[in-house]
């Protein structure tokens, strides 16, 4: 397998912003010159809004509406920093077993991420993707995600992609239903089904394979999140909570990454 990572991060354009605020980052310089190790695709669990709160005494709705200030401040870094593609695990097929009003208010926060950040998605040349079965989420999610997704399509900066009512497994299991399908009807025969023709087949198959992944909150493991795609990911695992996640925290991650010497299975350089 090719390392990805190793080609040449695409330049982001230079941005000419009507909104002259903090949030509109000009970026004109080759990232390359700058950092020539980071990942090009970043995932994240952001795991432990739950703990943080209980340990402050609160609900765990309030760990989750502290951990969306995490997410303002990653994609805002990341986007920074010159990370092609940002994949976060909002909402697993499995978190629909939890309590009926911690649904209803990470749906809330997920519409409410989606309006407040609307600007600064676009003023910021990021599109806005998602991955999972998004015909499961509410209409006001669903409309809201949509409308953005529809209208950052075209931007370049970085990709972030929310996996919502996302698990790795069914994933996979759509993918293989597809080809299933695209072999009985005779457009695809069985001997053409190869890792590329399956990564192809996937929700995922934009965003390409990941080179980092994180996990806040000291838990180690990958709780069904992009199973396919983490084949030659590296972890780090952080064991703050998500709510207190910092900055520093993520560029630690990065200069964990830019020390890995990943093999693919050879015997390397
Ligand atoms: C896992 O922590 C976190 C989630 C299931 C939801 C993540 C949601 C957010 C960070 C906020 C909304 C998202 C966006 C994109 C605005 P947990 O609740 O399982 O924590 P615990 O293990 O401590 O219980």
């Excluded at 409309?143 to 929310?162: F, H, I, V």
């Excluded at 909570?241 to 925290?249: I, K, L, Q, V």
Aim: hydrophobic fraction near 40%.
């Amino acid at each position: 397998m090719k390392n990805k990572s190793a080609q040449p991060t695409q330049v982001p354009r230079p941005l000419i912003s009507p909104f002259a605020n903090k949030a509109v980052y000009v970026i004109s310089k080759n990232m390359d010159e700058i950092e020539s190790n980071l990942p090009k695709h970043v995932g994240i669990i952001m795991d432990g809004n739950g703990r943080w709160a209980r340990s402050r005494g609160m609900h765990r709705v309030a760990g989750h509406r502290q951990g969306a200030k995490t997410v303002d401040m990653v994609v805002t870094a990341c986007r920074k920093r010159g990370i092609r593609f940002l994949t976060l695990y909002a909402f697993s097929s499995q978190n629909w077993s939890r309590p009926s009003l911690e649904i209803k208010a990470l749906m809330e926060l997920l519409a409410e991420y989606v309006r407040r950040e609307r600007q600064k998605i676009m003023s910021n040349n990021i599109r806005l993707t998602a991955i999972g079965e998004i015909d499961q989420l509410p209409e006001s999610v669903r409309a809201a995600l949509q409308q953005l997704m529809t209208d950052s399509k075209d931007n370049t900066g970085m990709t972030l992609c929310l996996a919502l009512s996302y698990g790795g497994q069914e994933e996979i299991v759509a993918a293989a239903k597809q080809l299933c399908a695209r072999c009985t009807s005779g457009e695809l025969s069985i001997n053409d089904i190869d890792n590329d023709c399956f990564s192809n087949a996937l929700w995922s198959s934009a965003l390409g394979p990941v080179d980092l992944m994180i996990r806040t909150s000291g838990e180690l493991r990958l709780s069904n999140f992009l199973l396919w795609s983490c084949a030659y990911a590296e972890f780090y695992f952080s064991d703050k909570m998500w709510p207190e996640f910092e900055e520093a925290d993520l560029e630690t991650a990065f200069s964990a990454y830019a020390s890995r010497n990943r093999r693919y299975g050879t015997v390397g350089k």
